[in-house]
Nanobody, 116 residues
Framework: QVQVVESGGGLVRPGGSLRLSCAVR????????VGWYRQAPGKQRELVAT???????IYADSVKGRFTISRENIENTVYLQMNSLKPEDTAVYYC??????????WGQGTQVTVSS
């Protein structure tokens, strides 16, 4: 049974930082791509960043230069470091594992709120 657990969200002021974690249980992540997505109220879920098994990364234009996705295979965890946060980054952030295979799994999400 594969489980995906996101954590690290919270309330932060504009310009602040957060680091999200995506822990996968029940399967090793080393050979899989993993993705971070987000969904703001009233909007569709959108891709934020992906990381390949080899460490290659892709970012949405809206987060390039501010967010960094990384992985620690020994910990079976993928991270999303978010810097220079803006109010428009407010959303529930989800991890998708694996990113490009089926079946895939979503976690329950972690809320990120950027507000002064």
């Amino acid at each position: 049974q594969v489980q995906v657990v996101e954590s690290g969200g919270g309330l932060v002021r504009p310009g602040g930082s957060l680091r999200l974690s995506c822990a996968v249980r029940g399967r090793g992540i080393s050979i899989y791509d993993v993705g971070w997505y987000r969904q703001a109220p009233g909007k569709q879920r959108e891709l934020v960043a992906t990381i390949t098994s080899g460490g290659g990364t892709i970012y949405a234009d809206s987060v390039k230069g501010r967010f960094t996705i990384s992985r620690e295979n020994i910990e079976n965890t993928v991270y999303l470091q978010m810097n220079s946060l803006k109010p428009e980054d407010t959303a529930v952030y989800y991890c998708k594992f694996p990113e490009r295979s089926v079946p895939f799994y979503w976690g329950q999400g972690t809320q990120v709120t950027v507000s002064s």
